[in-house]
């Protein structure tokens, strides 16, 4: 069974620290993707990225940066975490192939106060 | 870009009456459609898809969706809703063949179904 791993459930930080979630696949996943997940909007997609070192914008980016060094670890970035990035964080996999299914993690919620 | 409308943010039902979750989307041309569910606690998981083939789609745990395409329709139902059900329900659309990159979630609709 394919498991999508983010390493902490519950993440308070103070405002304008740094922020590392990690999330690690162990499928060996070509694809995979940060979203957070607020009540009433449901979930948005931050970046992704298709292969190692590779990442893309997704619909909202701003605030946040991406590293995928290894294929099976794809870390979201808070450069300088604000107020408004309380929320909570979904790391999803993939594979390549076709009608492969999306697979999530238990997310993390962040709190920045 | 397409966009999804889910037409109730609650729902409260009690066992075994009916269930409906309305879904809409937009988008001009082909797409693939999902239900995802998330439990309380727990991770988000596929509850059913619809890529091609008939529009009738059975899902895991009694659930079903019917894709109506000249509605832009994918409707969630299930004929009689248990405790377990208890959850939030979300509706996602992407073009066909463009992967989950485009992948765009409806708000979610929390279902409480009452003992």
């Known amino acids: 069974d394919v498991k999508v791993t983010q390493s902490s459930r519950y993440l308070v930080k103070r405002t304008g620290e740094k922020v590392f979630l990690e999330c690690v696949q162990d499928m060996d996943h070509e694809n995979m993707f940060w979203y957070r997940q607020d009540p009433g909007l449901g979930l948005r997609l931050i970046y992704f990225s298709y292969d190692v070192k590779m990442k893309e914008k997704g619909d909202i980016p701003e605030g946040y940066s991406v590293s995928r060094e290894k294929k099976e670890r794809f870390s979201l970035i808070l450069e300088s975490a604000s107020t408004n990035q309380t929320s909570m964080y979904l790391c999803?996999?993939?594979?390549?192939?076709?009608?492969?299914?999306?697979?999530f993690g238990n997310g993390t919620r962040l709190t920045v106060t | 870009a397409q966009s999804v409308s889910q037409h109730n943010h609650h729902v409260i039902l009690s066992e075994a009456a009916s269930l409906e979750l309305g879904c809409n989307y937009s988008y001009g041309g082909t797409v693939n459609l999902f239900w995802y569910v998330q439990y309380p606690g727990q991770h988000l998981q596929l509850l059913l898809k619809y890529f091609s083939g008939d529009p009738l789609v059975k899902g895991i745990k009694g659930f079903e969706a019917e894709f109506i395409k000249s509605k832009f329709s994918f409707n969630l139902r299930k004929p009689s809703v248990q405790w377990s059900d208890t959850a939030e329900y979300f509706c996602?659309?992407?073009?066909?063949?463009?992967?989950?990159?485009?992948?765009?979630f409806g708000k979610g609709t929390m279902l409480l179904v009452s003992p």
């Open positions: 999803a996999s993939s594979s390549d192939g076709e009608n492969s299914p999306l697979h």
């Open positions: 996602a659309v992407t073009p066909l063949n463009s992967g989950y990159s485009t992948l765009t």
